[in-house]
Nanobody, 120 residues
């Protein structure tokens, strides 16, 4: 089991920055990938970014160049630095952890979500 706790959400003006944190209840060193998803009202949950155990990062096209995902294995924490925020970034942001075995998903965990609101 892995418990994930997000923090760092809030209200910010367009063009501003926020940094989200996701603290895991156990070491993330062995977790295959950790990521951030978001869900805006009336929309499906979408992938924002993820980072693999080796440190490779991938981003949704909508956030490339503005968001940066990173992980600190010593602190069991994953971060999402969000710069140049836009009103369309407004959503609940969820942390996700995937444990894969030989490429197949074995377990998946979610945090409770943190609200990000960007005002125009």
């Amino acid at each position: 089991q892995v418990q994930l706790v997000e923090s760092g959400g809030g209200l910010v003006q367009a063009g501003g920055s926020l940094r989200l944190s996701c603290a895991a209840s156990r070491t993330i060193f062995s977790i295959s990938a950790m990521g951030w998803y978001r869900q805006a009202p009336g929309k499906q949950r979408e992938l924002v970014a993820f980072i693999t155990r080796s440190g490779a990062a991938n981003y949704a096209d909508s956030v490339k160049g503005r968001f940066t995902i990173s992980r600190d294995n010593a602190k069991n924490t994953v971060y999402l630095q969000m710069n140049s925020l836009k009103p369309e970034d407004t959503a609940v942001y969820y942390c996700n952890a995937r444990i894969e075995v030989f490429g197949a998903l074995k377990n998946e965990y979610w945090g409770q979500g943190t609200q990000v609101t960007v005002s125009s």
